[in-house]
């Protein structure tokens, strides 16, 4: 089972941006999904995107063309750019693995978690 750990979250302005990375360690990352998930305050965990192990990538409508997911799986790593950021972004971002690519529909079933990065969006 992986272990990740994220970074980079962070104050930013509204329209600002920011850079997400979640580091994996352990074995055969480049068999696993990878996603992002965030929780803001009171409300439930939801995704806002993935990336499959053929590096296909599918996002929530709320961030589509301005986050961009990615991965580098000789650094066991994944990442999430996001531009243009709203106060309503404003949240933990947590990174998941997952075997199962419908699992990202339920986060509930997800059981390899990071701790979660900050992110706030306010002037």
């Known amino acids: 089972q992986l272990q990740l750990v994220e970074s980079g979250g962070g104050l930013v302005q509204p329209g600002g941006s920011l850079r997400l990375s979640c580091a994996a360690s352990?074995?055969?990352?480049?068999?696993?999904?990878m996603g992002w998930f965030r929780q803001a305050q009171g409300k439930e965990r939801e995704f806002v995107a993935h990336i499959t192990m053929n590096l296909r990538t599918s996002y929530a409508d709320s961030v589509k063309g301005r986050f961009t997911i990615s991965r580098d799986n000789s650094k066991n790593s994944v990442y999430l750019r996001m531009i243009n950021l709203k106060a309503e972004d404003t949240a933990v971002y947590y990174c998941?693995?997952?075997?199962?690519?419908?699992?990202?529909?339920?986060?509930?079933?997800?059981?390899?978690w990071g701790k979660g990065t900050l992110v706030t969006v306010s002037s």
């Open positions: 998941a693995a997952f075997r199962n690519i419908a699992q990202s529909t339920d986060p509930s079933t997800i059981d390899t």
């Open positions: 352990g074995r055969n990352f480049d068999v696993y999904h």
